[in-house]
């Protein structure tokens, strides 16, 4: 299939996702000048971090790995590829970045997987900074399954942050680097024009 038509495709399909999307639940009202941090794993880090380097209030967002499971019988689960995201809550509220890893990042109904990317590395994830984090994640995923908003149950797992490894140079701005290259431009190319069609007003002026 031509790359082109399978953008179009990819994209109408998610848009008609994020129209039946409710919004996420209230948090507190952030102070100005704060700055807040959020850990989420989608899948590869790449696409994730283009996505939300591309969102209003995002101050810098960082590839790496974060997460061991409970030991299994080919040992504990690897860490996950996630984004440590640090923004400005004044400008854009944590249940907004929710809000865009549910709807364009990823597929939070895959199981330890991310399209052609298989492996608990893949793994939906939220890694929580507090409390108030921890609720908002845990009541948008209630509200998001209770609409029907996805055909199957988000398998997206909810668990405290504990600390994140940086990931090497070479993956930091991959997508920025590297946009004609082949997985690029299948997997992140789509989410782009995806979030750009459904989200614009959360984009970063160019």
């Excluded at 999307?21 to 507190?28: A, L, S, V, Y």
């Excluded at 793994?123 to 609409?147: K, T, V």
Aim: with cysteine; hydrophobic share 40%; aromatic share 10%.
């Amino acid at each position: 299939m031509p790359r082109e038509l399978y953008v179009v495709i990819v994209t109408a399909l998610w848009l008609s996702i994020a129209q039946q999307f409710p919004p996420p639940p209230d948090e507190p009202k952030a102070n100005r000048g704060a700055e807040a941090t959020a850990v989420l794993a989608g899948g590869c880090f790449w696409g994730v971090e283009a996505i939300f380097e591309r969102v209003n209030g995002v101050k810098d967002v960082v590839s790496g790995f974060a997460g061991r499971g409970a030991p299994g019988p080919l040992g504990p689960m690897p860490q996950a590829e996630v984004v440590r995201i640090t923004f400005d809550p004044t400008k854009v509220s944590y249940g907004t970045l929710l809000e865009v890893f549910f709807a364009v990042a990823h597929d939070p109904t895959q199981l330890n997987r991310q399209g052609p990317d298989i492996g608990p590395e893949y793994r939906s994830s939220i890694f929580y900074m507090d409390e108030d984090q921890r609720r908002i994640a845990e009541a948008y995923i209630r509200r998001l399954d209770n609409a029907s908003v996805f055909p199957k149950k988000i398998v997206t797992t909810v668990v405290a942050f504990d600390k994140f490894l940086q990931a090497g140079v070479e993956h930091q701005n991959f997508v920025a680097r590297n946009p004609t290259a082949p997985y690029v431009q299948y997997n992140d190319v789509p989410k782009l024009a995806h979030l750009e069609k459904a989200f614009p007003q959360l984009l970063k002026p160019r």
